[in-house]
């Protein structure tokens, strides 16, 4: 049963805390991608990894940590640091190859700070 | 800078008709162009990709067009049904950049 996969599916912290976001992927795609998404917003890329062992920020990675130490796994760690966390948080994998660039996304973790 | 608008924003028709979702974009030096769907509370499910080389791709009732020349994509959904109603996205993979660009989405309700 291939695809995507982000646990918990709900996962509440309290203030202060650090909270890690779990995505998996058996497709074999090499790129794997952290996005947030807010109410009337568009998707916020955080942090994104093309190969393993290593990773690029994306527009808003403040606050936000990651590590790529399998291809299958991408964990995104909220710190303390992130001012505003509640959001619904997607992951996504994809192919790249000569520029083109297709993704497909997990179910989501929606992140509640109490 | 690449930027990526959907209009409308929101769009509410009968079962049973053809609808256009427009998705617009200022750089037109793309690789390829891709629409998503999403449902409250879920994840993105991608419904078609577009290369740049291309003019347009099909999917059952679904079908997106691409002029890369004036910056425009349309996704259209024929024959309307209530569980068409979702969120769509587009999202573009430009030359300048190695990622992609989304728009706000299209939020679609299609009532009996």
């Known amino acids: 049963d291939g695809g995507i996969t982000q646990s918990p599916k709900y996962l509440f912290r309290k203030e202060g805390q650090n909270v890690t976001l779990s995505c998996e992927q058996n497709?074999?795609?090499?790129?794997m991608y952290w996005y947030r998404q807010d109410p009337g917003q568009g998707l916020r890329l955080i942090y994104y990894?093309?190969?393993?062992?290593?990773?690029q920020k994306g527009d808003i990675a403040e606050g936000y940590s990651v590590s790529r130490e399998k291809k299958e796994s991408f964990p995104l760690t909220v710190t303390s640091a992130q001012k505003n966390p509640t959001a619904f948080y997607l992951c996504?994998?994809?192919?790249?190859?000569?520029?083109?660039?297709?993704?497909?996304f997990g179910p989501g973790t929606r992140l509640t700070v109490l | 800078k690449q930027e990526v608008t959907q209009i409308p924003a929101a769009l509410s028709v009968p079962e049973g008709e053809n609808l256009v979702l427009n998705c617009s974009f200022t750089?037109?030096?793309?690789?390829?162009l891709q629409w998503f769907r999403q449902d409250p509370g879920k994840g993105l499910t991608s419904l078609l990709l577009i290369q740049s080389s291309q003019r347009e791709q099909t999917s059952g009732r679904l079908n997106a067009s691409l002029d890369k020349s004036s910056g425009r994509s349309t996704l259209y959904i024929a024959a309307s049904q209530p569980g068409d109603s979702a969120t769509y996205l587009c999202?573009?993979?430009?030359?300048?950049?190695?990622?992609?660009?989304f728009g706000t989405g299209t939020r679609l309700q299609v009532f009996p």
């Open positions: 990894s093309q190969i393993v062992n290593d990773f």
């Open positions: 999202a573009v993979n430009g030359v300048s950049t190695d990622k992609l660009i």
């Open positions: 497709l074999n795609h090499d790129a």
């Open positions: 750089d037109s030096a793309i690789y390829n």
């Open positions: 996504a994998s994809g192919m790249i190859a000569g520029g083109y660039n297709e993704q497909f």
